[in-house]
């Protein structure tokens, strides 16, 4: 069965620049959420989007910004990135039209600020 | 979202059950019991969820108290790859303003032995 995808796999990026995470949501899934994990740390809820629409907010960084697609990717935007940015990222995706609402996860993108 | 409590770690001999408790003791009417786990650095990984009812999948069991204060996900055999971190989380199925983010809170690290 397909599953959520995410690209890149890995990033490394300097102090001060941007990045771009890409999420492929399983297909007919509408609603894609994204989580944060640190070093040792629990995954923190970020942003969520159902139907092309902002639907829930955590605790994301203004720096950070995201949006869903027509086709349901989503992309998560960090820009003047920190030491502290460093993480796992995760992009999960459920169908609130199909009543499913159990998320599937992606593997993640690990990102490396220097 | 019901606060939830997890033992910090188990240990499990291989082939034998698995028992996972988890107190939530505020869980209110129309919250939900779910339960991930996630394997070392890898997405979270859906199991179970349940409203009262006990409820069986492919994966594993999910026991619901009576009272819904307190939970039970049993892994009738456990092999070596059940070796994770088990979250429960109690969330609201749809509706409200944090519908569909999980929160996750400390898990239990379950360590199956040969």
């Known amino acids: 069965a397909a599953g959520v995808i995410q690209s890149p796999r890995h990033l490394i990026k300097e102090k001060r620049e941007t990045a771009t995470l890409k999420c492929y949501p399983i297909?007919?899934?509408?609603?894609v959420y994204w989580y944060q994990q640190g070093p040792g740390q629990d995954p923190q809820f970020l942003i969520s989007?159902?139907?092309?629409?902002?639907?829930d907010k955590g605790s994301i960084p203004d720096r950070f910004s995201a949006q869903q697609f027509s086709d349901y990717h989503s992309e998560l935007n960090m820009s003047s990135l920190e030491l502290g940015d460093s993480a796992l990222y995760f992009c999960?995706?459920?169908?609130?039209?199909?009543?499913?609402?159990?998320?599937?996860f992606g593997p993640g993108t690990r990102l490396t600020v220097t | 979202d019901a606060k939830t409590t997890q033992p910090t770690s188990m240990d499990c001999a291989e082939g034998r059950a698995a028992n996972l408790p988890c107190n939530h003791s505020t869980i209110s009417g129309n919250e939900y019991v779910y339960w991930y786990r996630q394997i070392h650095s890898q997405g979270p990984q859906y199991i179970i969820h349940g409203l009262k009812n006990n409820e069986t999948n492919e994966m594993a069991s999910l026991i619901i108290t009576e009272d819904r204060k307190s939970s039970t996900l049993i892994l009738p055999h456990a092999t070596l790859r059940d070796t994770a971190v088990y979250y429960c989380?109690?969330?609201?199925?749809?509706?409200?303003?944090?519908?569909?983010?999980?929160?996750f809170g400390q898990g239990t690290i379950l360590t199956v032995h040969p």
């Open positions: 989007f159902y139907e092309k629409m902002q639907s």
């Open positions: 999960a995706s459920s169908s609130r039209r199909q009543a499913t609402y159990e998320q599937y």
């Open positions: 297909p007919r899934h509408d609603t």
């Open positions: 989380i109690v969330r609201v199925e749809a509706g409200g303003t944090s519908y569909g983010k999980l929160t």
